[in-house]
């Protein structure tokens, strides 16, 4: 399945200038890949780093965490809107190679599994993922993350 950046934009709560998610490429029960194309105008790379543009690896993190998410939404169906998608915990990350200004980011992610949490939990699930960030063949880099999944109603 594949997904514009419109209908990206209708799954997940985040626009311009912090959805770095461009395309959905494919789609599976429990495996997504997509892309984003980074610009030398993205507001990121103005002052990190000054002499040597870079991404911040925190967003490559991000966009890693967003791409999840819509795969997280698609296992839910029309109930994920009923639901916050949540960071939990980062469980480790490697950042192997900078991602430079006009580099397209494909954008890997597979659940590793959906777990019911403790009834005095705020959350009432927690997805464990793997993911991948990498520039045509070369692995930038790796991080494996929870999200929570939290009902809306509960924190209001």
Same mark, same amino acid.
């Given at each position: ?23 959905v ?7 997504i ?9 993205? #507001?990121?790379?103005e *002052? ?5 543009? /870079?991404? +911040?690896?925190?967003? &490559? !993190? ?25 960071? #939990?915990?980062?469980? *480790?990350?490697q950042?192997?190679?900078? /991602?430079? +200004?006009?580099?397209? &980011? !494909? ?28 520039v ?21």
């Amino acid at each position: 399945m594949n997904l514009s950046k419109e209908q990206i934009k209708e799954i997940i709560p985040y626009q311009e200038p912090f959805l770095f998610v461009d395309g959905v490429q494919e789609l599976t029960e429990n495996k997504i890949s997509g892309f984003y194309q980074t610009s030398p105008e993205d #507001y990121y790379f103005e *002052g990190h780093f000054v002499d040597f543009k /870079i991404m +911040p690896g925190v967003l &490559i !993190i991000e966009a890693l965490a967003q791409l999840s998410t819509i795969l997280l939404r698609n296992k839910f169906g029309n109930e994920h809107k009923k639901y916050h998608f949540l960071a #939990y915990e980062v469980r *480790g990350c490697q950042f192997y190679k900078p /991602i430079f +200004p006009k580099d397209k &980011i !494909i954008l890997k992610a597979e659940a590793l599994g959906i777990y019911d949490m403790p009834p005095d939990s705020n959350a009432l699930k927690i997805a464990h993922i793997k993911s991948q960030a990498l520039v045509g063949d070369d692995l930038k880099c790796e991080a494996r993350f929870s999200v929570a999944i939290v009902e809306k109603e509960k924190l209001k």
